[in-house]
């Protein structure tokens, strides 16, 4: 099994009597499926439905432990401040007082883990571990086609082109939240232009952020990161009807399919 200390990651800790009504009517996913045994994952959003960050719950005493990455946790705290109002609720920064260490590739659930609410093939996650690692997780994320905070675009993307859908990231049936009007449109007619893949390059080189993905001299996408010989694009869903061979920056590359994506969606 492969192991990773999350060091860029940060905690806030939301406690107080309306701490799960108030997160339940501003994030993308239903806090109420978060249990001693359960993580979930979800999203904050603009108004008009775009990512402002993602990140996991996790059930602590009196409330939940939101765990997000660090460059995101200032903004995303003062705007939680921002729609607290009166409701009885504690927001705190905790990062002083946790950690998160990631496992993957192994059958067996290690006890005092959470399996990642993404999927079932995406590993564990575990709080204040002992382990020590530092095996290559955002690579293996980005061949995954697992987006890091660092692939989005902030108030930019929304969270049907990031997947969320397909990565437990969103409730359809929970009731409003920001962004959900837009979110919810976007889904049940249909409306996602274009999704988060990977590329698989046949030959590394380094590759910038927005560099195009092409076809045929046209143009199908472009790049978000790039790690080695992978990265994660934006590429246009109609693009893959005509195979998935692309080009960037003159280099051959391959569109893949993660096993979780659902291309008939």
Not at 73 to 93: F, G, I
Not at 133 to 145: S, V
Not at 156 to 184: H, P, W
Not at 228 to 243: D, H, K, R, T, Y
Request: aromatic share 10%; net charge negative; hydrophobic share 45%.
């Amino acid at each position: 099994m492969f192991c990773a200390n999350l060091r860029q990651r940060g905690f806030i800790r939301i406690t107080g009597e309306d701490a799960l009504a108030f997160l339940q009517g501003i994030i993308s996913n239903d806090v109420y499926k978060v249990t001693a045994d359960n993580a979930v994952y979800a999203c904050f959003l603009t108004p008009q439905g775009k990512y402002l960050a993602d990140f996991f719950l996790y059930p602590v005493m009196g409330g939940l432990l939101l765990d997000v990455d660090q460059s995101l946790l200032a903004d995303l705290l003062r705007r939680l401040l921002m729609y607290k109002l009166r409701s009885k609720v504690v927001l705190e920064d905790v990062s002083a007082e946790y950690s998160v260490t990631a496992l993957w590739g192994g059958p067996e659930k290690p006890a005092e883990a959470f399996i990642d609410p993404r999927g079932m093939d995406f590993g564990f996650r575990v709080l204040n571990s002992d382990l020590s690692g530092n095996d290559h997780y955002a690579l293996w994320q980005m061949q995954n086609g697992l987006p890091d905070a660092q692939d989005f675009e902030r108030e930019r993307t929304t969270m049907l082109e990031a997947n969320m859908d397909f990565l437990n990231g969103v409730s359809f049936d929970k009731g409003c939240y920001m962004g959900q009007e837009i979110t919810a449109r976007m889904h049940y007619r249909a409306l996602v232009k274009k999704r988060f893949l990977p590329l698989e390059l046949l030959a590394g080189q380094e590759i910038t952020r927005e560099t195009p993905v092409m076809r045929d001299g046209k143009h199908i996408g472009y790049i978000l990161n790039a790690r080695e010989n992978f990265a994660l694009a934006v590429i246009q869903s109609e693009a893959l009807q005509g195979g998935l061979d692309c080009v960037v920056d003159g280099m051959d590359a391959t569109i893949k399919i993660p096993a979780w994506f659902k291309q008939d969606s």
